[in-house]
């Protein structure tokens, strides 16, 4: 069983880019959540995404969008860069909606210059 | 007001010390409460979900209070390998969606 794998793990950007993010959720895993884990703080929802539709969007601008694929894979997208988005970035998987636990992936570290 | 808070640690505390984890959350709508452990530059990790009657996993135990929201971990006999980060989370509803709402976290440091 192949569990939930990020890309790239790491990343440096400038202020104003934009950057795209990418998970591959656990097989069987049809939602796919996005986590923004600050350095020394507790990981914060940005969205949510099941059956490739956005359902449910936690207090981030909407320069933070997203998509989910028919696979169920997701991509998260952050325009005109700020140095605050400096974070961890962490996708977590479920078999449905949260129901039945989340697997996480390994993250995707992006730092802003 | 945070929905999940923690103490703000840092916690050290020599091998073999017993440690306790408290937590409050601010939704009594919320239904689910977890323990996750997050070592450095990794993923978070379920360490254990939490009940009402209290729930014990080895050296680890987790209690809930529903009536004062309030949430805790004890970890016995601490190990070494016990150093880390541990979140408190909760599970809320969103927009009908679930989320998991996480705590700032506690760090962990056992010194031998």
């Known amino acids: 069983e192949t569990g939930v794998t990020q890309s790239p793990t790491h990343l440096i950007k400038t202020r104003g880019q934009q950057v795209t993010l990418r998970c591959s959720s656990q097989s069987g895993h049809n939602t796919v959540s996005w986590y923004q884990q600050a350095l020394g703080q507790g990981p914060q929802f940005i969205f949510q995404y099941y059956r490739e539709e956005e359902n449910g969007r936690g207090n981030f601008p909407p320069r933070f969008s997203g998509l989910q694929f028919p696979n169920y894979s997701s991509e998260l997208n952050v325009n005109a860069l700020e140095l605050d988005d400096s974070a961890l970035y962490l996708c977590?998987?479920?078999?449905?909606?949260?129901?039945?636990?989340?697997?996480f992936g390994s993250g995707t570290r992006l730092t802003v210059v | 007001r945070k929905e999940v808070e923690q103490d703000p640690g840092p916690f050290n505390v020599p091998e073999g010390a017993t440690v306790a984890f408290n937590c409050t959350y601010s939704?009594?709508?919320?239904?689910?409460f977890f323990w996750y452990r997050q070592d450095c530059r990794k993923e978070p990790k379920l360490l254990m979900s939490v009940y009402s009657s209290g729930n014990e996993d080895g050296r680890f135990t987790a209690q809930l209070n529903r009536a004062s929201q309030y949430i805790s971990l004890l970890i016995r006999d601490s190990k070494l390998s016990d150093s880390a980060t541990y979140l408190c989370?909760?599970?809320?509803?969103?927009?009908?969606?679930?989320?998991?709402?996480f705590g700032q976290g506690t760090r962990l440091t056992i010194n031998p």
């Open positions: 977590a998987s479920s078999p449905g909606q949260g129901r039945g636990g989340y697997t």
């Open positions: 939704n009594s709508a919320s239904q689910s």
């Open positions: 989370v909760v599970n809320a509803l969103i927009q009908g969606a679930q989320k998991l709402v």
